[in-house]
T-cell receptor, first 112, second 112 residues
Framework: RKEVEQDPGPFNVPEGATVAFNCTYSNSASQSFFWYRQDCRKEPKLLMSVYSSGNEDGRFTAQLNRASQYISLLIRDSKLSDSATYLCVVNSGGTGGFKTIFGAGTRLFVKA | DGGITQSPKYLFRKEGQNVTLSCEQNLNHDAMYWYRQDPGQGLRLIYYSQIVNDFQKGDIAEGYSVSREKKESFPLTVTSAQKNPTAFYLC???????????FGEGSWLTVV
């Protein structure tokens, strides 16, 4: 089992749709969680951190469920510019230092 | 401006040559990383360093070497032993396990 697993893509949605991505992680001691966005041929960029209480940034909502070991990202009112690959990222600490694990990413296509 | 600078952005290498990719950060981050990304694929960790003068192999370290002589610098050498080096190389850094990881703009390496 991979340490971080994401929904297989691609997701094809019309403009204005609501789309949700899920991500599961295997290390129960994981400490911090993030969603990144990567455009084609560009570097990944931080979209938002994910907190246990859930957090919202405009049309984007991220949630963490530690008991079930998954995080989610909800995009409301999708725009054409939301088309990208969304990466789930999990940080885990340990005696040898910490590790940053990336999911493989889920591609989103928003169509007019 | 604070950030991570990678150079060169595009590099062509002849088979059998070693090349070095530069990565400099002025964010005062302790940890630095090198990832490789092939077209349509996820990120794969090559090497990482959590303190100066120390670094660890990632998942695909064979054919690569690094050094961390200064906190702000983490150069990656792609050696002739790397059989298929054509890829997008991303350098990243973070302050600690609770914080997000930030990327440079990447370097495209092509073997000709």
């Amino acid at each position: 089992r991979k340490e971080v697993e994401q929904d297989p893509g691609p997701f094809n949605v019309p403009e204005g749709a609501t789309v949700a991505f899920n991500c599961t992680y295997s290390n129960s001691a994981s400490q911090s969680f993030f969603w990144y966005r990567q455009d084609c041929r560009k570097e990944p960029k931080l979209l938002m951190s994910v907190y246990s209480s859930g957090n919202e940034d405009g049309r984007f909502t991220a949630q963490l469920n530690r008991a079930s070991q998954y995080i989610s990202l909800l995009i409301r009112d999708s725009k054409l510019s939301d088309s990208a690959t969304y990466l789930c990222v999990v940080n885990s600490g340990g005696t040898g230092g910490f590790k940053t694990i990336f999911g493989a990413g889920t591609r989103l296509f928003v169509k007019a | 401006d604070g950030g991570i600078t990678q150079s060169p952005k595009y590099l062509f290498r002849k088979e059998g040559q070693n090349v070095t990719l530069s990565c400099e950060q002025n964010l005062n981050h302790d940890a630095m990383y090198w990832y490789r990304q092939d077209p349509g694929q996820g990120l794969r960790l090559i090497y990482y360093s959590q303190i100066v003068n120390d670094f660890q192999k990632g998942d695909i370290a064979e054919g690569y070497s690094v050094s961390r002589e200064k906190k702000e610098s983490f150069p990656l050498t792609v050696t002739s032993a790397q059989k298929n080096p054509t890829a997008f190389y991303l350098c990243a850094s973070t302050l600690d396990s609770a914080k997000a990881i930030y990327f440079g703009e990447g370097s495209w390496l092509t073997v000709v």
